[in-house]
């Protein structure tokens, strides 16, 4: 079982429409998560942290139940400039190595 | 820009040839991870270096090595290339071995192998 997993998408959604992605973790000993965006043929770039108690930065807002090992990412009034992949990533709390997902692919339509 | 930088950008090789991949990691950061990214997937950890040891290690084979330099820039080996090895290379600095430490990532090496 893979340690992350994403639906890959595609999403292709109109310019303000709200969209949400999903991510699950198979390790319980997970302990710190984030979202990183990452542009066609660009490296990661981290997107914002997961925190227990959700939180959220300007359109964007993540959500994280560890009882489900779940995470959340929502995205409201979606812009053109957020067509991306959107990387789900957990590590434990050793060694601070990444776990990724394969990505969620989000196109914005205008 | 996140001040990680790798080197080179692209490179082709042959089957069975080695390759050197470097990467200069963010001021005031001293460890580097390293990662495989393969078309349409997600990036795979290598491993990861802090202060010149390795630190961990991903489900890769012996013949993908490392070192750190005590700048803590990076360098990545890998030996007798494969097909698959084709992907784009990142590696990423970050501060210390705690975890919910974010990493930054360089803009990658891509490696085609034919």
């Known amino acids: ?110 | 820009e996140t001040g990680v930088t790798q080197s080179p950008t692209h490179l082709i090789k042959t089957r069975g040839q080695q390759v050197t991949l470097r990467c200069s990691s963010q001021s005031g950061h001293n460890t580097v991870s390293w990662y495989q990214q393969a078309l349409g997937q997600g990036p795979q950890f290598i491993f990861q270096y802090y202060r010149e040891e390795e630190n961990g290690r991903g489900n890769f084979p012996p013949r993908f090595s490392g070192l750190q330099f005590p700048n803590y820039s990076s360098e990545l080996n890998v030996n007798a290339l494969e097909l698959d090895d084709s992907a784009l290379y990142l590696c990423a600095s970050s501060v210390g071995l705690a975890g919910g430490e974010t990493q930054y990532f360089g803009p990658g090496t891509r490696l085609l192998v034919l």
Do not use: H
């Open chain 1, 1 to 110: 079982r893979k340690e992350v997993e994403q639906d890959p998408g595609p999403f292709n959604v109109p310019e303000g429409a709200t969209v949400a992605f999903n991510c699950t973790y198979s390790n319980s000993a997970s302990q710190s998560f984030f979202w990183y965006r990452q542009d066609c043929r660009k490296e990661p770039k981290l997107l914002m942290s997961v925190y227990s108690s959700g939180n959220e930065d300007g359109r964007f807002t993540a959500q994280l139940n560890r009882a489900s090992q779940y995470i959340s990412l929502l995205i409201r009034d979606s812009k053109l400039s957020d067509s991306a992949t959107y990387l789900c990533v957990v590590n434990r709390n050793t060694g601070n190595q990444f776990y990724f997902g394969t990505g969620t692919s989000l196109t914005v339509i205008p």
